[in-house]
């Protein structure tokens, strides 16, 4: 499980995909059984540093032992 705090620390989300669509950051949300949709994550100064937080967000899924992961979407 991946779960998610939004920049705007309004939502935890568990995140079953994670998309970067120009300065966004986007995640899906839904299982098999119910409908997906995405909500944003993140909005960030370029395509760059969303890639950049894109690629800790991976680290931080190879790095954990554990059932669940945990990540907090930077501010900037």
Do not use: C
Request: aromatic letters at 8%.
């Amino acid at each position: 499980m991946l779960w998610i705090a939004t920049q705007d620390d309004k939502s935890l989300i568990n995140a079953k995909e994670i998309t970067v669509d120009g300065k966004k950051i986007e995640g899906v949300i839904g299982s098999a059984t119910m409908d997906h949709w995405s909500k944003i994550l993140g909005k960030y100064e370029s395509n760059e540093r969303a890639l950049e937080i894109l690629d800790e967000i991976f680290t931080k899924i190879e790095e954990s032992n554990g059932f669940s992961v945990t990540y907090t979407m930077p501010k900037k």
